[in-house]
């Protein structure tokens, strides 16, 4: 068990760390090619492409007068400090402006998952309850439909129809928690329902078939037989039950959320880590890239990781090989 | 002898129809098919109408995508222009008729590159195992759990700053994500087949691993690659559109996602079919890939039911 666990997060780790390689060396071979390198498009923008002085020495804080490996020791032991650098083009330290954005993305990644869940377990009882009736049907063609339907689609249908019947728009003016709650909670609120819409196809199919399994047990028939209200039977035996490997399951999605926020940012203006990602990619800001997608991977990889984990607690017959 | 009559009735129905003509053995197994599988028979129907309209897109769309028709700016439905027109004057429906194609050079493009070095891969490691398995699949396990949609964000954003083709590196990029999971697969195929007696056999007559992996074991894993394929097109698609709802995609060609993007928000209010229309091929064409994809799982290889990717 300890030894699955070591193996797992040594592949997190390595996974983590192919993505810094990829995008720093892509980054600085790819660029270039094309152009001088980030500091001239920073410096052109600035309007003093002919200051000779000035480039040089924005290079040398960079290092990038000196070879590529050299570079890349040099940014991982500045990230290893905790110094992500400054952005090119407005010198703001790339960690405040991190710590202000991340807490949004995975409050939408997380709030998304509990949506799914809540959304999904409900449908599939019921869908199981009725089976070969019309609410399974119904709820069957839901299932397949939100993983056909894009969630950003739906956000962009509901905003549009919403503007025009209601005079109804998403407030482009965000607010933290901390400073307005409610204001706070209005905003996030439809897209991390939205977000969470996709992942909630498949769960609902999983928690149908479940329950499916678990209402033809033998316990359940004593329960029946022994004159509980079926309210109770499905409730305290059956759900309890069913509900089992389907939380298992629920935390596979995260990745994929967490993932899909960009999206969902970029439609509701929501200053998250996705927009900062996609704005420095249009400047070709080097240390905002390298440090969002080094973000990204540390998430991800460790959504995974807590998924790969709880699964080999929560159910023992999982071989750790 | 009750079971022997019985399987040489059958051999005999078997003959029967294997001496039909083409057509007619086309024409039952798409029945069988259809019968056994509605959904999946539904999901062909409409992956056809798309490969259809993609292909004859130059043809059979009124206008060509680009063109703007400048007096005739955010339209509704009419004769002229069936469903409406955006707000540079570009015919909405010819401009879906172009999407269609772009979504499926970008699908079919990902996910046959990526089979192919998939099958190569899986093939290369699953046959010389030992050291070239091992430190493979490490490699994989790693690239398997790279964040795809925000290193292809990176890629895409990078490419796009230096004026290459983006189609292109979208296909590329897909692709290279791709082919780790895919390669999983097919490794595991054929790890199963390397210790079958045929293999054996073949490697008694003194066939080389070359010989043996292109002519013996590739034969006997084609319809898992087919499978897998299938399974993984509608993702693909679902990317593209993302991607370029985002921006990443090809500039100057007409894509579904592209069309959603935010730049023509204000004008969807005017015109609420501009933001109709993109989305429901988009649904539309994910969904007739999943359910002709799932059919075609469960009745060529029935031991992946279950998995999706």
């Known amino acids: ?321 | 002898m009750a079971r022997t009559q019985a399987a040489d009735h059958y051999a005999a129905i078997a003959q029967r129809r294997a001496e039909r003509p083409f057509i007619v053995r086309l024409a039952s197994g798409i029945w069988n098919f259809s019968r056994r599988k509605p959904l999946g028979a539904i999901g062909a129907a409409i992956v056809l109408i798309f490969v259809f309209v993609a292909v004859t897109a130059p043809v059979i769309a009124p206008f060509d995508d680009g063109a703007q028709h400048l007096r005739d700016k955010l339209q509704g439905p009419s004769a002229k222009y069936r469903l409406g027109t955006d707000n540079l004057g570009r015919d909405v429906l010819s401009r879906l008729m172009y999407g269609a194609q772009l979504s499926l050079i970008v699908g079919f493009g990902a996910v046959g590159i990526s089979s192919l070095a998939a099958t190569l891969m899986g093939l290369v490691m699953a046959y010389f195992g030992r050291w070239v398995d091992q430190i493979m699949s490490r490699v994989i396990d790693a690239w398997i759990a790279l964040p795809d949609l925000i290193i292809l964000i990176t890629f895409l954003g990078i490419v796009r700053r230096t004026g290459a083709n983006m189609i292109l590196a979208m296909v590329l990029g897909l692709a290279f994500l791709r082919s780790a999971t895919a390669s999983r697969v097919v490794r595991s195929a054929v790890l199963e087949l390397r210790n079958r007696p045929f293999v054996e056999a073949a490697e008694a007559a003194g066939a080389g691993p070359v010989r043996i992996m292109f002519r013996h074991v590739l034969p006997n894993i084609l319809p898992l690659i087919i499978v897998t394929a299938s399974v993984a097109l509608p993702n693909a698609i679902l990317a593209e559109a993302s991607l370029s709802f985002l921006g990443f995609g090809p500039e100057g060609t007409s894509s579904w996602g592209q069309m959603l993007s935010v730049e023509g928000r204000e004008f969807f209010r005017k015109q609420p079919g501009l933001a109709l229309w993109p989305g429901v091929c988009i649904a539309l064409a994910v969904f007739g890939f999943n359910m002709f994809g799932d059919a075609l799982r469960d009745v060529l290889d029935p031991r992946l039911r279950g998995t999706r990717r």
């Open chain 1, 1 to 321: 068990m300890g030894r699955y666990i070591i193996r797992r997060l040594v592949y997190g780790v390595i996974t983590i760390w192919l993505v810094t390689l990829i995008v720093f060396f892509g980054l600085r071979l790819i660029v270039p090619i094309f152009y001088g390198d980030a500091i001239e498009i920073a410096v052109g923008l600035s309007g003093a492409i002919d200051d000779k002085a000035l480039i040089e020495r924005r290079r040398a804080e960079l290092d990038l007068d000196k070879p590529l490996p050299v570079q890349y020791v040099s940014w991982l032991t500045d990230v290893a400090r905790g110094d992500l650098g400054r952005s090119l083009f407005n010198g703001r330290p790339v960690l405040t402006e991190i710590k202000n954005r991340l807490p949004v993305s995975l409050e939408l990644g997380l709030v998304g998952l509990l949506s799914a869940v809540i959304i999904a377990i409900p449908f599939g009882v019921v869908a199981a309850l009725a089976q070969d009736r019309w609410p399974d049907y119904a709820l069957r063609v839901y299932a397949v439909g939100s993983s056909s339907v894009p969630g950003f689609w739906l956000a962009i249908l509901i905003i549009t129809f919403a503007s025009i019947w209601w005079r109804w728009a998403p407030s482009i003016d965000f607010a933290y928690f901390h400073d307005d709650p409610i204001k706070h909670i209005k905003i996030m609120l439809l897209p991390a329902l939205l977000i969470g819409l996709t992942p909630s196809g498949g769960l609902v199919r999983i928690m149908r078939s479940q329950m499916l399994e678990v209402l033809r047990q033998d316990y359940v028939r004593t329960a029946r037989a022994k004159g509980l209200a079926e309210s109770v039977v499905v409730m305290r035996h059956a759900v309890r039950n069913g509900i089992i490997p389907v939380i298992t399951i629920i935390g596979l999605s995260l990745p994929g959320l967490i993932a899909g926020t960009p999206l969902f940012e970029r439609i509701f203006v929501l200053p998250g880590m996705g927009n900062y990602l996609i704005a420095s990619l249009g400047d070709l800001d080097y240390p905002v890239i390298q440090s969002t997608n080094l973000i990204f991977a540390i998430l991800i990889v460790g959504a995974n990781l807590i998924v790969d984990i709880s699964y080999s607690l929560i159910d023992p017959r999982i071989r750790y090989s």
